[in-house]
């Protein structure tokens, strides 16, 4: 799909088990996070967002963990499912009402 | 709620032409965004306009305009296009901008030969 770049890391899971998706950020004056899952010929999804005053943020199935030490977001999907498999991005606010998006992860579920 | 709409969904054009593509925000929603998705470069902010106004400005030539209108639908136009510009233009609409959840359309894939 046009979200798939040439060389996007991938994580391969079996379908039921947990998966872990993992972004660096690179600005610590960030204090807003998303993550966003887009399918091929889709625009990004809107999953789950962290204010930078929490570390843990738990929705359905999916759970993110911001470490603002290490500038490290991190997307835990459980029991992921054939319908997960997308590319999952990060995207940070810098608080000047611009957006900056990672590169990607493109998760792929195994039946 | 309909969703984040965009207009035309696929356009092809020809080096030299100028485009101009649709965004229709979420009911209520004042800010829109607009990116440009590539394989190579991912998705990168171009600008993003509230009531109006343009708040904000990615680091794409002045070739790339934008502009809002009173009931919050937003255009962008692409001049002089040249092949670079072939791409996924995306447009995401929120109550506030910054610090509120973005809501993406579908894209408009823009092909120049």
């Known amino acids: 799909g046009e979200s798939v770049g040439l060389h996007l890391p991938t994580l391969s899971v079996q379908e039921g088990d947990n998966s872990i998706i993992n972004c660096a950020y690179s600005n610590s004056a960030s204090d807003y996070f998303i993550w966003y899952k887009q399918e091929s010929g889709k625009g990004p999804q809107f999953i789950i967002d962290?204010?930078?005053?929490?570390d843990k943020r738990q929705g359905q199935r999916v759970t993110v963990l911001l470490n603002k030490t290490v500038k490290h977001l991190s997307l835990q999907i459980a029991a992921t499912q054939p319908g997960d498999s997308a590319v999952y991005f990060c995207a940070e606010d810098d608080n000047f009402n611009k957006f900056y998006f990672g590169s990607g992860t493109k998760l792929n579920v195994k039946p | 709620k309909a969703g984040v709409t965009q207009t035309p969904r696929y356009l092809i054009k020809t080096r030299g032409q100028q485009v101009t593509l649709s965004c229709s925000p979420i009911?209520?929603?004042?800010?829109v965004s607009w990116y440009q998705q590539t394989p190579g470069q991912g998705l990168q902010f171009l600008f993003e306009y509230f009531s109006e106004t343009q708040r904000n400005k990615g680091n794409f030539p002045g070739r790339f305009s934008g502009r809002q209108f009173s009931n919050s639908r937003s255009e962008m136009n692409v001049s002089t296009l040249e092949l670079g510009d072939s791409a996924l233009y995306l447009c995401?609409?929120?109550?506030?901008?910054?610090?509120?959840?973005?809501?993406f359309g579908p894209g408009t894939r823009l092909t120049v030969t």
């Open positions: 995401a609409s929120s109550l506030y901008g910054s610090s509120s959840e973005q809501y």
């Open positions: 009911s209520g929603h004042r800010s």
């Open positions: 962290i204010r930078s005053n929490m």
